[in-house]
């Protein structure tokens, strides 16, 4: 797998219906972010998780962490209509003398009415 | 009402033509992005700004070119070097620099650029 790689690449759910995604990573991190899309827009922040937790929430999301592993989770419970997005785990790479983002290809999520 | 814009939402490009995008930030963000993205695929690095005066490339800056003469700017200019540069283009904007750490990066709403 390539550096931050989310599964499943689509995803369809009923509305109200929890919503899981996993990232995949090969290189050690210091942080994981997770990133939402609406098509045709912009990323927008979802959460950011430290190397040092394993588990984070913001609102109806849940972020998971498991650095053994080398993998991440974004749980979305209840999922709405308004869920249906592209949603991308971004990592961070030592580079030299900095550190870079690398951003995975992606899980499109669709909720059914 | 801070953030990022770009301009134009679409963009069309003639053979042989450079175009300009454009990316304000009023964040007073230090560093700035430049990223493409392809039908169903990730972003990809571009260019980057860690301060005024200052770019490095990314991992796909051929056929690319940027300026940072001011903190709040960084256009990208997509020259006839570029052979395939149907795509969609997003410009980010962060406090720092990654340095050791991440940080959190603002997005524009992103120019699609069209080949005639």
């Known amino acids: 797998s390539q550096q931050g790689e989310e599964d499943p690449q689509a995803l369809s759910i009923q509305e109200g219906e929890n919503a899981t995604m996993n990232c995949s990573y090969k290189?050690?991190?210091?942080?994981l972010q997770w990133y939402r899309q609406n098509s045709g827009r912009g990323l927008v922040h979802l959460i950011l998780i430290r190397s040092n937790e394993r588990e984070k929430h913001s609102g109806r999301l849940r972020v998971t962490l498991d650095t053994s592993k080398k993998s991440s989770s974004l749980l979305i419970t209840a999922s709405r209509a308004a869920d249906t997005a592209s949603y991308f785990c971004?990592?961070?790479?030592?580079?030299?003398?900095?550190?870079?983002?690398?951003f995975g290809k992606g899980t499109r999520l669709h909720i059914l009415p | 009402d801070g953030g990022i814009t770009q301009s134009p939402k679409y963009l069309f490009r003639k053979e042989g033509q450079n175009v300009t995008l454009s990316c304000e930030q009023n964040l007073n963000h230090d560093a700035m992005y430049w990223y493409r993205q392809d039908p169903g695929q990730g972003l990809r690095l571009i260019y980057y700004s860690q301060i005024v005066n200052d770019f490095q490339k990314g991992d796909i800056a051929e056929g690319y070119s940027v300026s940072r003469e001011k903190k709040e700017s960084f256009p990208l200019t997509v020259t006839s070097a570029q052979k395939n540069p149907t795509a969609f283009y997003l410009c980010a904007s962060s406090i720092d620099y990654i340095r050791g750490t991440q940080e959190t990066q603002y997005f524009g709403p992103g120019t699609r650029l069209l080949v005639l």
């Open positions: 290189t050690s991190i210091n942080n």
């Open positions: 971004a990592t961070a790479v030592e580079m030299n003398r900095d550190d870079k983002i690398i």
